[in-house]
Nanobody, 115 residues
Framework: QVQLVESGGGLVQAGGSLRLSCVAS????????TGWYRQTPGKKRELVAT???????SYTDSVKGRFTISRDNAKNTVYLQMDSLKPEDTAVYYC?????????WGPGTQVTVSS
């Protein structure tokens, strides 16, 4: 079992920055992919960025150049640095870890960007 807890969300003005953290506990696997997703009311949860255990990253087009995903394996933590935030980035942000065919989700953290 893997437990994930997100933190770092909050209220920020447009153009500002936030750094989200996803701390993993429980079973730690050497091969896994961790991703950040976001969801707004009435919409499907969308993928924002992923990072593999080897450090390969990917981003959805709308955040490229503004968001950076990274990881600190010693701390079992994955980060999402969010810069140049826009009101449309407002959402609940979730962390997901995929191990084989199993996905583990955190409870989410709210990010609100005011215009």
């Amino acid at each position: 079992q893997v437990q994930l807890v997100e933190s770092g969300g909050g209220l920020v003005q447009a153009g500002g920055s936030l750094r989200l953290s996803c701390v993993a506990s429980g079973s730690i696997f050497s091969i896994e992919t961790t991703g950040w997703y976001r969801q707004t009311p009435g919409k499907k949860r969308e993928l924002v960025a992923t990072i593999s255990s080897g450090g390969s990253t990917s981003y959805t087009d709308s955040v490229k150049g503004r968001f950076t995903i990274s990881r600190d394996n010693a701390k079992n933590t994955v980060y999402l640095q969010m810069d140049s935030l826009k009101p449309e980035d407002t959402a609940v942000y979730y962390c997901k870890r995929s191990v084989g065919w199993t996905d583990y989700w955190g409870p989410g953290t709210q990010v609100t960007v005011s215009s």
